[in-house]
């Protein structure tokens, strides 16, 4: 990734020392002003406490109810079961597949309080990154335009897939989501009963940042570039987390005209692999590239 990546890694200063209460927005700036991360809070909505309680109980129901495989028991996240549901391409996998969607874990997706929370971290992601917004709502419609019999499990969503970390004692270990678009977002929400001031916080380890990070609040990071994880919570506490995302595979697809790479490149004439090789070169710089400004924003 060269040197473009340093503005991550080496060259990020912060303007503020960065908890998250409830209903604040903060969004973390590199030297270059540009918006590579955003701690959303709360929405400041008065049902809001109550629809977080609802998303709880329904993860902790389900959880109860669910066989989990041993795959699933042991993601190398951390030690607790997790499920994802959506769509997704890649991991060696040669054909366009659906992530397995157990039929109690789709009665939780479609519930108003899970519809609620993918819509708040929608309009978070597509005011702080509208370019990386816009590129992954053209994929999505590409794919559903492609094949509309695609299950659209949250309303008006960007992200192809979510997964439920089931816990009840979630702490992952420090990871980066590597299949997950380079330059892309994810959205994390924090679900459960525990106190935050005592636990829970997530950690960013490669901006030196530990961010109080309470239940029903919702932070986007790049994830497969920044390595994060969260603090323990205490005994008796439970701690749930929802996540949304897309594989890089996705784009890969709908780039290759809904083809994988092997498909491509066996078809393909010189003309389209010598543009699918300079494409290549060129999709960090532009991916780097779709990060905002701060002051753009504020201009806006």
Not at 209 to 227: H, N, Q, Y
Request: charged share 20%; aromatic share 14%.
């Amino acid at each position: 990734m060269g040197l473009e990546v340093c503005f991550l890694f080496l060259s990020c200063f912060f303007i503020l020392i960065l908890f998250l209460f409830c209903s604040s927005c903060c969004p973390i700036l590199d030297s270059q002003e540009r918006v590579v991360a955003v701690l959303a809070g709360q929405p400041q909505a008065p049902n809001w406490k109550g629809l977080v309680s609802k998303a709880t109980e329904a993860i902790a129901r389900a959880g109860k109810e669910l066989h989990f495989t041993d795959k699933q028991l042991n993601s190398g996240r951390g030690e607790f079961p997790a499920i994802a549901i959506g769509v997704s391409f890649g991991g060696g996998r040669k054909v366009y597949f659906f992530l397995v969607a157990f039929f109690t874990l789709t009665n939780v997706a479609s519930l108003q309080c899970f519809q609620s929370l993918t819509g708040f971290a929608n309009v978070i992601f597509h005011a702080y990154a509208p370019q990386t917004f816009d590129y992954y709502w053209g994929c999505m419609r590409a794919l559903r335009k492609w094949n509309p019999r695609l299950r659209e499990h949250f309303n008006n969503n960007v992200f192809a897939s979510c997964t439920i970390n089931f816990g009840p004692f979630t702490v992952c270990r420090p990871h980066t989501d590597r299949a997950n678009l380079s330059f892309g977002w994810c959205a994390i929400t924090a679900l459960g009963r525990f106190d935050p001031d005592k636990g829970g916080h997530l950690i960013l380890w490669d901006l030196g940042l530990i961010i109080r990070f309470p239940p029903g609040s919702t932070i986007l990071i790049p994830s497969a570039l920044i390595t994060h994880s969260n603090v323990p919570i205490q005994e008796g506490e439970t701690r749930y987390s929802f996540v949304q995302y897309s594989a890089a595979g996705l784009f890969r697809w709908v780039y290759n005209g809904f083809k994988s790479d092997v498909d491509f490149e066996a078809t393909a004439t010189s003309a389209q692999s010598a543009k699918r090789e300079e494409d290549r070169k060129s999709r960090w710089k532009k991916g780097v590239g779709m990060f905002a400004k701060w002051s753009d924003l504020l201009r806006e």
